[in-house]
């Protein structure tokens, strides 16, 4: 059963006064020393519009660059957690990756019988049934097809494979391929499922995968958040805050935990 979209944890800061911000953040990075806990108190609670306001405002009324005094203040984990907040592309990437993935996908909830037999049939000949993979196929169906369309395929591909179509790709392709197919097929079935399996993987066992784990909490903060924390919970028994609680440490963990918004 679908679960009902929650949305993000970071939202646009009521009172907002982005000259004030600029002011807190300067104090906070000004002298001996740098009042990291003033910086996340100030940046992790404003959402990226706001962020982009601060910048300006700091450009302004201080005349020096935010990100630039960030990055000379700034080391390690937290400092790439900051900057990626601050940084435009953020917004950029989501943007971009959303446009990507329509590639010409038909984004709506048309659903054509025939023409869900016959996709999961091309699909099944393009792989399990022929000698190598015709990737074409793949991409063609995978990258152009709305998603109710392609949940019917899924199932459809099941009935005349006996196999789900992630062990198929699994066993027909590979290297970045693979991973490309599997995330384009996670993400239709569940694509707060998707970055909380991501989010899982770049924290269990020995060492952290820090580059993935700020991504997707920096990137997902304002869209998803609290459905990737009810996935998490759901499919690994224990709160996304808790894991990132254990795995993290000092104003790097602070920041993170702000983004994840709460241990639920």
């Not at 010409?104 to 190598?132: F, P, S």
């Not at 793949?138 to 005349?160: A, G, M, P, Q």
């Not at 909380?196 to 920096?218: F, P, Q």
């Not at 958040?225 to 224990?238: C, E, N, Q, S």
Request: glycine content about 8%.
């Amino acid at each position: 059963m679908a679960m009902a979209t929650k949305g993000g944890t970071v939202k646009a800061a009521s009172g907002f006064n982005a000259m004030e911000d600029a002011q807190t953040l300067r104090k906070a990075m000004k002298g001996l020393g740098t009042d990291e806990d003033a910086i996340i108190s100030v940046l992790a609670y404003r959402n990226t519009a706001q962020r982009q306001e601060i910048r300006t405002a700091y450009k302004s009324t201080i005349g020096r660059d935010l990100i630039d005094d960030l990055k000379s203040e700034l080391s390690g984990n937290f400092e790439q957690v900051i900057v990626g907040m601050m940084t435009p592309t953020v917004l950029y990437d989501v943007q971009e990756l959303r446009r990507a993935m329509k590639g010409g996908r038909d984004e709506g909830n048309y659903l054509d019988d025939a023409l869900v037999r016959q996709d999961a049939q091309d699909l099944y000949e393009a792989g399990e049934k022929k000698w190598g993979t015709d990737e074409v196929k793949f991409l063609t169906v995978l990258c152009s097809r709305n998603r109710n369309h392609l949940l019917h395929v899924f199932d459809e591909y099941k009935r005349i494979s006996q196999k789900d179509i992630e062990q198929s790709i699994k066993s027909e392709t590979s290297g970045s391929f693979e991973d490309a197919l599997l995330a384009i097929v996670k993400c239709m079935r569940n694509k707060s499922a998707y970055f909380a399996e991501k989010l899982y993987k770049s924290m269990k066992g020995l060492g952290t995968d820090d580059n993935t784990l700020i991504r997707v909490m920096v990137s997902r903060a304002e869209i998803d958040m609290l459905d990737i924390r009810a996935h998490f919970k759901r499919l690994y028994g224990k709160s996304l805050y808790s894991f990132i609680k254990g795995d993290t440490s000092g104003d790097y963990r602070k920041v993170l935990l702000v983004l994840c918004g709460g241990d639920d």
